[in-house]
């Protein structure tokens, strides 16, 4: 049972309550934002839970154990609160969440209902829905290595050991013949070979887009120009001469690590590992053999 400070206690004995929910969301390395179900701005803790947001919430679903709790928030797309350019860009993933139940008379008086973290976002023409998972839903993320041919380590990191500042692996270059959000001619990729940026990650350094990042699709090699398509669409629409990074793919098998990288001793996988074959063998008699 929880236990409620007495002052929240007898409001909520007193037959008339003034009641709202209020959410504080902090993205990572950034300051709290606040955002309440009440019609009017609430100040508490030092954060200002802002009521333009339009936020509304479902009920709390709680479980015995370790059972995750769930809960989704729907709310308005604004520029004084969640953006949809900052939603597609990833600012607000796996955001630390508070919920707090307050008296909006007497903000002094309030209880925390839950902490979590930001899960799925869903954008609509005009608005969003997000899911908030409560903090048992790390214990469903792996830890710890597993056994398996593919490599597990992230190309460049410590434990690959792979040069990414080495122009063989990194490119700079800028937008030519833009189609949309995703798909783009791009000039300085020429001499790369084809399919080297596949599974690579991008960077933008100027224009609307500024900032975003994205897992490349595909890289394909044409005659003057390399054509790039985007897993993620840009917040922007893309435009001529929009500067971007770009980095080479890495499809973490063995071979892969050999002939492209040349950083088969750093492989982070286990590629000679018995396969199902093997596992589903038996043993024959030798006589059965010579038959």
Known sequence: MRDLPAAFRRHLQSGATTLCHCWKLTPKDNPPQGFTDHDRDILFGGVLYKAASGFTASAIESGLGLKIDNLEVEGALSSHGLSAEKIAAGFYDNADVEITRVNWLSPQERVLLRKGNLGEIRRTPHGFQAELRGLAHKLN??????????????????????????????????????????????????????????????????????????????????????????????PHPLRQGDRFTISAGCDKRFLTCRAKFNNAVNFQGFPHMPGNDFAHSYARPQNAERA
Not at 145 to 160: E, F, V
Not at 206 to 216: D, I, L, T
Request: charged letters at 20%; aromatic letters at 10%; proline letters at 4%.
């Open 141 to 234: 993320q792996p830890i710890g290595r597993l056994y398996q041919y593919l490599c597990d380590a992230d190309l460049g990191d410590q434990r690959c050991g792979v040069p990414l500042n080495d122009p063989r692996f990194r490119a700079s270059g800028s937008v030519q013949s833009p189609e949309g959000a995703r798909l783009f001619h791009a000039s300085a990729l020429a001499s790369y070979q084809d399919g080297h940026f596949t599974g690579g990650k991008i960077s933008f350094a100027s224009g609307n887009n500024n900032g975003f990042a994205s897992e490349v699709r595909s890289h394909r090699k044409e005659a003057r120009h390399a054509l790039i398509t985007l897993w993620q669409s840009a």
